[in-house]
């Protein structure tokens, strides 16, 4: 067997065969009842394409369960499965579980889960498996994530472990991420780790994916939940500002309307955010617009009124300063890109 490694050449994606043989990788796909279909497709179809446009048996995989019994999806969806103890020869095991895994108790898989982790295996989850391999005392020294609706009861159970917000994390033999289509952006990430970025973004591409998000792009709620957390009184003054997107309101009549200062909001700024109220404020609406660009055909001039600019030649300065592009360059680039 050969390894299939992809490069560039003169602006072209080509491949080329090296000498060196690779053994395939042996995948173990756990499935818990009830687990979400959009991230257990997320992986299975990663690995099939990785394999299909290297032409190369890179990886294999098996489904398993605690008991062997064909698994639910939480659509109905039913796939065979082998009994876990029957997994041999791993060289990974992803976890896909359901957001009710805090409540997983069968002890027999969690053991499984340490003997596994003894044997030197990659363990990791898509979806809300994290709770099995913190159960399983797993993840005491590795950073993680997990949906956003479970951090705050992950959090109360296990406060010793370092939860994040991310879309995913990677760290030593561990990999968890938030779900949905996270787990794509993740098991590109990690095909990219082995085979490099050029494969990677061939995959994406595949599934008209615009872009592999990073270990640092936030999930667009658990930033919230955290926040709101810490500083409630700021998520009054941010929920004020994202309902004023057209006509922006002033400060004052924020600081009126939410019983604060301007002095107080100023430092919830500061503190949380580390800017000031009229910066937030322009990125939410910047960030509003970029939406509105991307994804719909509306004209410039009536985005830029959308999004509360007074001026066309205004909203592009500021975005331009904020995405290092005008509207119109952008809008071309990433519909070229989709059509690449």
């Not at 020869?89 to 992803?94: A, H, I, R």
Request: charge should be neutral; include cysteine.
């Amino acid at each position: 067997m050969y390894r299939i490694e992809w490069g560039i050449n003169n602006n072209a994606n080509t491949a080329r065969v090296s000498r060196i043989s690779i053994q395939t990788e042996k995948i173990g796909i756990l499935l818990i009842d009830g687990y979400p279909l959009i991230p257990f497709s997320c992986v299975v179809d990663a690995l099939r394409v990785a394999n299909r446009l290297s032409e190369s048996e890179l990886y294999e995989w098996e489904y398993f369960a605690p008991n062997g019994d064909p698994v639910s999806a939480s659509s109905g969806i039913l796939v065979p499965t082998l009994p876990l103890t029957e997994a041999k020869n791993l060289v990974t095991l992803v976890i896909c579980a359901p957001n009710t895994a805090q409540h997983f108790t069968d002890a027999s898989t969690l053991n499984i889960l340490k003997s596994l982790d003894r044997q030197g295996v990659n363990l990791g989850s898509v979806s809300s498996g994290s709770f099995l391999l913190a159960k399983a005392g797993l993840l005491d020294n590795c950073r993680c994530t997990i949906h956003w609706e479970n951090i705050p009861v992950f959090k109360e159970l296990y406060p010793q472990i370092d939860v994040t917000f991310t879309l995913y994390e990677i760290d030593q033999k561990r990999f968890t991420c938030s779900g949905g289509t996270a787990a794509l952006d993740m098991m590109l990430k990690l095909i990219e780790n082995q085979y490099g970025r050029v494969l990677a973004q061939e995959i994406s591409r595949q599934f008209q994916h615009d872009r592999i998000r990073t270990e640092i792009d936030s999930q667009q709620m658990a930033d919230r939940i955290d926040l709101a957390m810490r500083a409630p009184r700021l998520i009054d003054v941010i929920k004020l500002m994202e309902s004023n997107i057209e006509v922006p309101l002033s400060l004052p009549s924020i600081a009126n309307q939410c019983n604060l200062s301007l002095r107080q909001i100023e430092r919830l700024f500061h503190k949380y955010r580390s800017m000031t109220p009229s910066q937030y404020y322009l990125s939410l609406r910047l960030t509003h617009a970029k939406q509105l660009l991307l994804n719909t055909t509306s004209s410039v001039i009536d985005i830029s009124i959308a999004t509360g600019f007074e001026t066309q030649s205004y909203f592009t300065a500021c975005y331009r300063k904020v995405f290092g592009q005008s509207p119109r360059s952008h809008r071309s680039q990433v519909a070229t890109e989709r059509q690449g």
